[in-house]
């Protein structure tokens, strides 16, 4: 029988049929996603590269660890402070540890905040005024909250900061306005050190077996320590 000779009910029966296949490949069609799809839609884990951070904001009066972890040799410490003094020791073994113990303050006001923040093998701790300051391996901005009178809220808020550190770490330390003490036994001199502070002293105190190397390392910058309003001292341990 030829197509022109196909009976009106066979015609319907072909015409349905047509229609249940051209309905089922449209549904297994949205079902289907292209592996394109999926594979530009998959999300990928970020590089260990990449910095991390994480943040905490300390009672006033109580001495908290922020930070505390072993570190690798030849890596960098940084540690900043917007207001109050840094004092820096030698911890035994790996491990560095970053304490802070805000200073008592009239009711109401902030609070330091701290943020940790991780590149790699390097750990930056920056203690701040404000949850929206930034911190970033090569330093932070501050913004200054103001309160309901427009004064700086900041001013009665500070905090003092111990650090323990090994001395194959490299240790970079900073305050906007206070003393830095740094009290180094074994100071390894591949690595050095960075302290300022825009507003306090220096105190670098070291044994006397290691004072002709740290002269020399004050000289030729492996050991920077300046400030903007105060002196730089070097003392020995006794």
Same mark, same amino acid.
């Given at each position: 029988?030829?197509?022109?000779?196909?009976?009106?009910?066979?015609?319907?029966?072909?015409?349905?049929?047509?229609?249940?296949?051209?309905?089922?490949?449209?549904?297994?069609?949205?079902?289907?996603?292209?592996?394109?799809?999926?594979?530009?839609?998959?999300?990928?884990?970020?590089?260990?590269?990449?910095?991390?951070?994480?943040?905490?904001?300390?009672?006033?009066?109580?001495?908290?660890?922020?930070?505390?972890?072993?570190?690798?040799?030849?890596?960098?410490?940084?540690?900043?402070?917007?207001?109050? /003094?840094?004092?820096?020791?030698?911890?035994?073994?790996?491990?560095?540890?970053?304490?802070?113990?805000?200073?008592?303050?009239?009711?109401?006001?902030?609070?330091?905040?701290?943020?940790?923040?991780?590149?790699?093998?390097?750990?930056?701790?920056?203690?701040?005024?404000?949850?929206?300051?930034?911190?970033?391996?090569?330093?932070?901005?501050?913004?200054?909250?103001?309160?309901?009178?427009?004064?700086?809220?900041?001013?009665?808020? /500070?905090?003092?900061?111990?650090?323990?550190?090994?001395?194959?770490?490299?240790?970079?330390?900073?305050?906007?306005?206070?003393?830095?003490?740094?009290?180094?036994?074994?100071?390894?001199?591949?690595?050095?050190?960075?302290?300022?502070?825009?507003?306090?002293?220096?105190?670098?105190?070291?044994?006397?077996?290691?004072?002709?190397?740290?002269?020399?390392?004050?000289?030729?910058?492996?050991?920077?320590?300046?400030?903007?309003?105060?002196?730089?001292?070097?003392?020995?341990?006794?």
């Amino acid at each position: 029988m030829s197509k022109s000779q196909l009976s009106p009910a066979t015609t319907r029966r072909t015409l349905q049929v047509k229609r249940r296949v051209a309905v089922a490949a449209a549904v297994v069609g949205i079902g289907v996603v292209p592996v394109a799809v999926v594979q530009l839609a998959r999300v990928q884990p970020a590089p260990k590269s990449l910095a991390t951070s994480s943040s905490v904001q300390v009672a006033a009066g109580a001495a908290a660890t922020v930070w505390s972890d072993s570190m690798r040799a030849e890596s960098i410490l940084r540690v900043r402070n917007y207001n109050g /003094s840094v004092i820096i020791s030698e911890s035994r073994g790996v491990r560095g540890d970053v304490i802070v113990t805000p200073s008592p303050s009239r009711p109401g006001s902030p609070q330091p905040v701290t943020r940790v923040m991780r590149d790699g093998i390097n750990v930056s701790v920056c203690i701040m005024a404000s949850a929206r300051d930034k911190c970033a391996p090569e330093g932070y901005t501050q913004v200054e909250p103001r309160d309901e009178r427009g004064n700086d809220a900041t001013r009665t808020a /500070s905090a003092t900061v111990r650090v323990e550190v090994p001395s194959s770490v490299r240790i970079v330390a900073g305050t906007g306005n206070g003393d830095i003490v740094a009290r180094i036994r074994s100071v390894d001199v591949r690595e050095g050190m960075e302290l300022r502070t825009g507003n306090g002293d220096i105190r670098l105190s070291v044994p006397s077996s290691l004072l002709a190397d740290t002269r020399a390392m004050l000289a030729d910058g492996r050991i920077i320590a300046k400030t903007g309003h105060g002196s730089v001292m070097l003392d020995l341990l006794p």
